[in-house]
């Protein structure tokens, strides 16, 4: 006889020494050519700031490719002390935590094959991590994008600012005000 299902536990709380880690926003360096920065806020139903979310970041590389360098999460063999990431191989990874105001940034490179970058979001009083994706400009023949209606694709276009800076909110319900961000179920 099987084992019954059990819920899962919620996320959190984050423990400063585990999850986030240093540069984790800063998948390239300053400088970088062709660098772009994605930033936004993430905010629950009631339209409020969540000050403690957690978000990765995985894409491909400018190439397309996906080697998944171990480059993000280089440790000292010496102390085990975190070392940063080595300026050369881009990994396609990056963690950030949200601020007091609930905002956060990356700096990255457009991704290569897709018009996206993926989005994982972790915050207090989810029971498991939301998918989600930000769709930079260009993307109008993803399949995804096209089967959605015109109010809950807006949620996924990340907004032009200026020259390679993009806004993206990420919102855990929808209020009267604006749409829920559109979260992906993988089987």
Do not use: C, K
């Amino acid at each position: 006889m099987p084992l019954p299902v059990t819920p899962s536990q919620t996320v959190g709380p984050f423990y400063g020494y585990a999850l986030p880690i240093p540069d984790g926003a800063h998948l390239v360096p300053p400088g970088t050519p062709g660098a772009i920065t994605v930033h936004g806020r993430v905010f629950d139903g009631a339209g409020a700031p969540i000050p403690d979310a957690l978000l990765e970041i995985w894409q491909p590389a400018p190439d397309a490719t996906r080697t998944g360098l171990p480059g993000s999460m280089r440790r000292d063999p010496v102390t085990g002390g975190y070392l940063g990431r080595n300026g050369v191989d881009f990994t396609g990874f990056g963690r950030v935590t949200t601020d007091a105001d609930g905002h956060y940034a990356w700096r990255t490179l457009p991704p290569g094959g897709v018009p996206y970058l993926s989005v994982i979001v972790f915050a207090r009083g989810l029971l498991h991590h939301l998918h989600t994706r930000v769709y930079l400009p260009g993307a109008a023949d993803d399949a995804l994008l096209a089967s959605l209606e015109p109010a809950r694709r807006a949620t996924l276009l990340a907004v032009p600012e200026r020259e390679g800076v993009y806004g993206f909110d990420i919102r855990l319900q929808g209020n009267d005000e604006h749409e829920e961000t559109v979260f992906l179920v993988f089987d």
